[in-house]
């Protein structure tokens, strides 16, 4: 990759706004690693997504095209290798292009079309615990977490990332 170009990190989290981050304004928001990562990068005020999924949305993003156009109204339905492709066409283009995390936007074909490397949980666990505790699903508890770490797949995806 010529050094001289700069590097293209997409950030795409499940249901997190602004307000969420320390970077945006919020006093209260913990997040460092984000904040450090936004001081020295452009950040955008605006964005709108095309569609209330998260898999249409991503690959709309991906892809330039509303989610109708390739008909990616649903969370089943992935970005194909026939479609355009954003980050295909940075590849092609010398960048080595990385996920980190789950893929919501392309077929198991448009993957290996797309990316270098996948790095994701090798369990496939998610930010539920993986045993039974007394905190209902889909609920998360205000304060510190009863869980260590390590047990989560947001914590082990990214220690491989920086590992990487």
């Given amino acids: 990759m010529n050094s001289n170009r700069p590097s293209l990190v997409f950030l ?8 969420a981050l320390g970077c945006y304004g919020q006093s209260l ?6 904040d450090s990562l936004a001081h020295r990068s452009v950040i955008f005020d605006q964005h709108h997504v095309v569609h209330t999924k998260c898999v249409p949305s ?3 993003m991906i892809t330039g095209q509303y989610p109708h156009v390739g008909g990616h109204r ?4 992935h970005a194909r290798p026939d479609e355009p492709n954003m980050v295909r066409q940075l590849r092609q283009a010398g960048y080595q292009t990385v996920l980190v995390g789950r893929n919501h936007m392309l077929d198991a074909a448009t993957m290996r079309q797309t ?20 905190i209902p699903g889909g609920a998360y508890p205000a304060g510190p977490d009863p869980l260590p770490l390590d047990r989560f797949l947001d914590h082990d995806v990214t220690t491989r990332a920086v590992r990487w």
């Fill in 12 to 19: 795409c989290a499940d249901e997190m706004k602004a307000t």
């Fill in 115 to 134: 990316f270098d490397v996948w790095i994701e949980s090798p369990e496939r666990r998610t930010l539920e615990p993986a045993a039974p505790t007394d």
């Fill in 74 to 77: 649903t969370l089943q339905l």
């Fill in 29 to 34: 928001a913990v997040s460092p690693y984000l």
């Fill in 58 to 60: 991503r690959v709309a």
